[in-house]
């Protein structure tokens, strides 16, 4: 996708003009902006907010705004750090509109695959998984290492065996999350089998000083929905906890009984929470705690993935006092 599919109209003015000249674009949430001695200059609706109509806009606040080209790949606007959510755009040196960066994220939030939501998740996973995976390793070399000076093998090669699997277990389940998309119907799944199985990757995800609890009935439900779908999503909401998170903390993955035929998955955190005005559209793209490439695209796509096998997910009450999110699922027959 390229710049250009992404093209808004937009306002141009000159270092002149007045608020009252702006006030009929912003009315319309349309992009301003004022060509100056240091490039563009964004004109955000909130900061002339209460100027009155004959102050010149060079005498308001401004934003500098770097423009991309029209016919650069929209990853460039994701990957701009900066507080402005809307980017004028030039072709060939000629200012032709802006681009609306949550109007983006919207857009690859609604058609991400999978698979690209598993890679947007390993990126995220990966220094913690290669400190884990070398921490196994260095186990099970030192302890082959003991067993070959002392000769006393059957303890030590146990030891060795068990973090060489550990290894390899975090290795196959990194590499699953990166395969394609699940096809065809929904079909049924062992969830407390599958939350075991990953609750290592999920110890990884959270590094050192972060404590995981699963807390599973003792017959858990089996759902309806694909494999990936379902670790994806918990592995989504681990990690934004864990990003939340500045220091020590927990977080409490459970499974209940719902109303009706659904089964419940609630991750649950001690963290800072999620700020009141940030809950209303914590699910919509663009909406982040965080600020880097493509923030706020983790939750968004959670949700096409869900709806895709017959699930829902809400942001619910905090029995830790962080943030927790209920995940629904059909219930398999």
């Known amino acids: 996708m390229l710049v250009r599919d992404f093209l ?4 141009v003015l000159g270092d002149d003009a ?23 200059q964004a004109i955000l609706p909130r900061v002339v907010l209460g100027y009155p109509a004959t102050r010149r806009l060079i005498d308001v606040p401004l934003h500098l705004a770097t423009a991309v080209a029209a016919g650069d790949e929209i990853d460039v606007v994701l990957d701009q750090d900066h507080p402005l959510e809307i980017v004028p755009v030039e072709d060939h040196g000629a200012f032709v509109g802006c681009v609306d960066r949550c109007a983006v994220l919207d857009a690859v939030a609604a058609t991400v695959d999978p698979a690209q ?7 995220r996973l990966t220094p913690t998984l290669i400190h884990d995976l070398a921490n196994a390793l260095t186990v099970a070399d030192a302890t082959l290492s003991m067993v070959g000076r002392l000769g006393d093998g059957d303890d030590g090669v146990e030891v060795a065996r068990l973090a060489l699997g550990q290894a390899g277990a975090l290795l196959r389940r990194a590499r699953e ?6 096809d065809g ?4 799944v062992d969830l407390a089998a599958l939350l075991i199985e990953i609750q290592p990757l999920l110890d990884a995800a ?6 995981l609890t699963l807390d599973l009935a003792p017959r858990t439900p089996w759902v309806l929905g694909h494999r990936r779908a379902i670790e994806r999503t918990v592995l989504n909401l681990v990690l934004n906890a864990r990003d939340a998170m500045t220091g020590p903390g927990r977080v409490h993955v459970s499974v209940r009984q719902g109303a009706g035929r659904q089964i419940e998955i609630v991750v649950d955190d001690d963290g800072p929470g999620i700020a009141p005005a940030l809950a209303p559209r914590i699910f919509v793209a663009g909406t982040s705690t965080r600020r880097g490439a493509a923030r706020g695209l ?12 017959g699930g829902s997910i809400e942001l619910t009450a905090s029995a830790l006092g962080g943030a927790a999110f209920l995940v629904m699922l059909p219930q398999a027959p």
């Open 8 to 11: 808004q109209p937009a306002t």
């Open 18 to 40: 007045t608020v009252a000249d702006a006030a009929a674009a912003l009315a319309r949430d349309a992009g301003v902006f004022v060509r100056g001695g240091d490039g563009w």
């Open 117 to 123: 939501l598993g890679v947007l998740l390993l990126t």
């Open 177 to 182: 999350l990166s395969h394609g998309a699940d």
């Open 185 to 188: 119907a929904p079909v049924p």
């Open 206 to 211: 959270l590094g050192r000083d972060r404590h």
């Open 298 to 309: 983790g939750l968004a796509a959670v949700v096409g993935t869900l709806h895709r096998i």
